[in-house]
């Protein structure tokens, strides 16, 4: 029995709900980057990062390249890369929609004479 689409971009999201991944794939947006750069960069435990990459990699959106020593990663493909293109194009806009909002309520609490609240 075939998964339904709809059930498949569901788990594709799941996965991708974690910071440190998020954060793997950001990192590895530029080009591939040495596990130690990886390490570095998000300050997490090794096993940690392991365990995640494991997830990454399973998934296929990450691909591991050994070069003698060294474990190299990197995005399997560019839709990825545009894939957190497109979400940060999204937070941006519910962002400056927020403090618009934030801003309008400011505004009109001075209108209005609200006194700020007392602690």
Known sequence: MQVPLYQAKAEFFRM???????RVLE?????PV???ELLNEIEIEPS???QQLAV???????ISIREGST??????GGDVAELLRAA???LTEL?????ELLAELRHTDTEIHVPPPTR
Do not use: D, E
Not at 95 to 99: E, P
């Open 16 to 22: 991708l709900g974690h910071p440190v991944r998020i």
């Open 27 to 31: 990192l590895l947006q530029n080009g």
């Open 34 to 36: 040495p596990v130690r």
């Open 48 to 50: 940690s990062l392991s």
């Open 56 to 62: 990454l990699r399973r998934s296929g959106i990450v």
């Open 71 to 76: 474990v190299n990663y990197a995005l399997a």
């Open 88 to 90: 940060r194009r999204i």
């Open 95 to 99: 962002l400056a929609g927020q403090s």
